[in-house]
């Protein structure tokens, strides 16, 4: 199977950099085809602007969504965007390390996502009306293929926990998991989150680096996040809420979106 790492660390050295090639080394001793993208290695631009869409007039307003759904149906977005895009259709599973920098991923990464994802490439895509809102949450052009995180925090692992004061870290990374990576159709899984990542000896590093090995191993087989899918009947049409026969109205918030076991 064809895997993409994408890692976003600006110290080579770093704990995130250690366990990507952990991760790719585990893989490719199991007979997987490996290929890593370091976002600050190639230096990869983040910012989502005029550059993207050379064939926008000067005198057009940028509309971001919309010129990027019409360099994506011309063949004319950029070649570095245009390379990603092939690397997520080549690879069977995609692998996003990073560290939990103010909640979320760093910019570098967002950036990738913001330019890679582009409307008729990742959303924007399928039917959309009455019945049916778009191929998404489930379906979309990477459905079929799975995705999982590979996350360092600083804090302590109770700090993420149902009552810590962070949030819990499931909350915290729903938006990730959800929104970039279900939403245009990845099977996700649980994921790989290490705590108290600064202050990891040799000791520890030898034991993370073991449960991540694992995890590589079941890459292929794990059960995924039981996520909702937007037409699999349980959510109104064009509403997006739920349905109440799907979940009684007094469950709200992430956990309403997970098909309960």
Do not use: C
């Amino acid at each position: 199977m064809n895997v993409l790492i994408v890692s976003a660390h600006p110290e080579p050295r770093s704990l995130t950099n250690a366990l990507r090639d952990t991760a790719a080394a585990q893989l490719s001793a199991d007979g997987h085809t490996v290929r890593v993208t370091d976002l600050y290695a190639i230096n990869w631009k983040s910012a989502a602007d005029r550059a993207d869409f050379p064939t926008l007039a000067p005198a057009q307003p940028l509309r971001v969504p919309q010129a990027s759904g019409e360099a994506f149906a011309t063949g004319t977005l950029t070649d570095d965007v245009v390379q990603e895009q092939e690397g997520l259709l080549w690879a069977d599973a995609l692998i996003l390390a990073f560290p939990l920098w103010w909640f979320s991923m760093p910019a570098i990464l967002k950036g990738w996502i913001d330019r890679v994802y582009a409307y008729g490439f990742a959303y924007g895509v399928g039917e959309h009306s009455d019945t049916r809102w778009g191929d998404r949450y489930g379906e979309g052009r990477l459905a079929g293929k799975r995705a999982m995180l590979i996350v360092n925090a600083g804090g302590w692992a109770s700090h993420y926990g149902p009552r810590g004061i962070n949030g819990p870290i499931d909350d915290l990374l729903f938006p990730i998991q959800h929104g970039v990576l279900f939403y245009p159709g990845y099977e996700v899984l649980p994921p790989f989150v290490t705590y108290r990542a600064d202050r990891m000896d040799e000791m520890g590093f030898e034991a993370t680096a073991q449960a991540l090995r694992e995890r590589m191993r079941g890459l292929f087989a794990e059960p995924p996040i039981p996520f909702r899918r937007q037409n699999g009947g349980d959510y109104e049409i064009p509403s997006m809420e739920l349905r109440p026969e799907a979940a009684p109205e007094h469950i709200t918030g992430f956990g309403a979106h997970l098909v309960p076991s």
